[in-house]
């Protein structure tokens, strides 16, 4: 073989080993606190900070590899305190386990 062949076997090799690289990083959405950060973050965006700080605590719950998050409904119990007992809607994210991606947003009503 030529000494032409073999530097371009060698840096084709080479080109292949460097492209390839390391992996990325796995976007699974590990557990339910992640998941509610995840949700957090996106409907901050959507419905503002004071909207979604008054709908915590979130929870998340996993079905069939989908996240839901859910807000905690709160009103005023008309004593001074709060009461989940009420008329209202609370956001709601689905976010998909397997890559992180968001499936959907909606507040209930």
């Known amino acids: 073989m030529s000494r032409l062949a073999i530097l371009g076997l060698a840096?084709?090799?080479?080109?292949?080993?460097?492209?390839?690289?390391?992996?990325?990083?796995?976007?699974?959405?590990?557990?339910?606190?992640?998941?509610?950060?995840?949700?957090?973050?996106?409907?901050?965006?959507?419905?503002?900070?004071?909207?979604?700080e008054s709908e915590k605590p979130f929870t998340a719950r996993l079905k069939d590899d989908v996240w839901r998050v859910n807000g905690t409904l709160q009103c005023s119990d008309g004593k001074g305190g709060t009461t989940t007992l009420c008329v209202g809607g609370v956001a709601v994210v689905q976010i998909s386990k397997k890559n992180g991606h968001i499936i959907s947003v909606m507040h209930t009503k």
């Open 11 to 52: 840096f084709v090799f080479t080109t292949c080993a460097i492209a390839q690289g390391p992996k990325p990083q796995s976007r699974d959405v590990p557990d339910s606190a992640t998941a509610v950060k995840i949700a957090e973050a996106v409907l901050v965006r959507v419905y503002g900070k004071k909207q979604i």
